[in-house]
């Protein structure tokens, strides 16, 4: 069971390194991670973008761009369908997007002659690693997917198994998180959860344990849902948080991020190739993370 990022990063060096291309590569901050990839077994890379600035950010941070294949691509729309198409062509295996609006490079991921289209929803899984949980768990999907109906969320669970799998994380728990933990007729992600549960009772939902309605109480503290009566082998013990919407995804990843010491990174789940979709404000380490989760992924794949 990997219960840190520390795990990942070892995790990895196990694998053959794997290549990523970066679409519009001329941020600072993606460089960073790119160059410190490479330096820890992690990934490889072709950075795709306008030559000039991103030789001017490589400066800053002190990174030998001699090391790194470099196209050419002053347009960020051309760029990130570069980078998507090395990827579909077997030439790289992983997208990561840089200094180029998410709907630009996604647009580009789901272009139907040169994409990563599957048929599959597209959701974001992250992956934090908390101090006071003393071990992972993913939360899906606080990024794309805003008001996921249910045989939405049973994809958003299916995309986050995977990625789980591939961490290492052999039957993943999944916790069908509402404001409460009952089944309420008013409250629709109650009557989802319950569904779910079923689901996954009669193998709809497979390589996983899923249960819900939880509240966020129950799904991560043993001491809680004992106190609640609630008998579950997901009830405190969840590897997987699945929101009811993208803003109580949205939330719960930024509290998580700012207040509580934790660690993270995320890629988007769903398409053909793992796809790194961090923000401008996600640091360099997250960023760094997230190549980890994506190389973990590819070779799964």
């Not at 997007?97 to 599957?118: C, H, I, M, P, Q």
């Not at 497979?206 to 819900?212: E, I, M, Q």
């Amino acid at each position: 069971m990997i219960k840190n990022f520390d795990e990942v990063l070892e995790r990895v060096k196990i694998n053959g390194i794997k290549k990523v291309a970066v679409a519009a590569a001329q941020d600072e901050t993606v460089l960073e991670a790119i160059r410190d990839a490479r330096k820890r077994g992690i990934a490889d890379a072709v950075l795709v973008g306008e030559s000039a600035r991103i030789e001017e950010a490589a400066k800053k941070i002190d990174m030998n761009l001699k090391e790194f294949e470099i196209i050419h691509e002053p347009d960020a729309a051309r760029a990130s369908l570069t980078a998507v198409e090395l990827v579909s062509t077997g030439k790289a295996d992983m997208v990561m997007k840089g200094l180029v609006d998410t709907s630009t490079f996604l647009r580009a991921v789901l272009n139907k002659e040169k994409g990563l289209r599957t048929g599959r929803i597209l959701s974001h899984v992250a992956v934090f690693d908390v101090p006071a949980l003393q071990r992972i768990i993913l939360i899906t999907d606080a990024a794309m997917n805003i008001a996921p109906d249910l045989m939405t969320k049973k994809q958003i669970i299916e995309n986050a198994v995977n990625v789980a799998k591939a961490i290492g994380i052999e039957m993943p728990k999944v916790a069908a998180v509402a404001a409460v933990e009952v089944v309420n007729p008013d409250m629709q992600p109650t009557l989802d959860a319950a569904a779910l549960s079923k689901m996954n009772d009669r193998g709809q939902i497979k390589g996983c344990l899923v249960d819900g309605p939880l509240a966020i109480d129950n799904a991560l503290s043993e001491e809680a849902a004992r106190h609640k009566g609630i008998e579950s082998p997901v009830a405190g013990k969840a590897d997987i948080i699945l929101v009811p919407n993208i803003e109580t995804g949205n939330a719960m990843y930024k509290t998580l991020t700012y207040t509580s010491g934790a660690k993270n990174g995320g890629i988007l789940a769903g398409a053909a190739a793992p796809v790194i979709l961090t923000s401008r404000a996600d640091s360099h380490e997250s960023k760094l993370y997230s190549m980890a989760l994506a190389s973990l992924v590819a070779e799964a794949n």
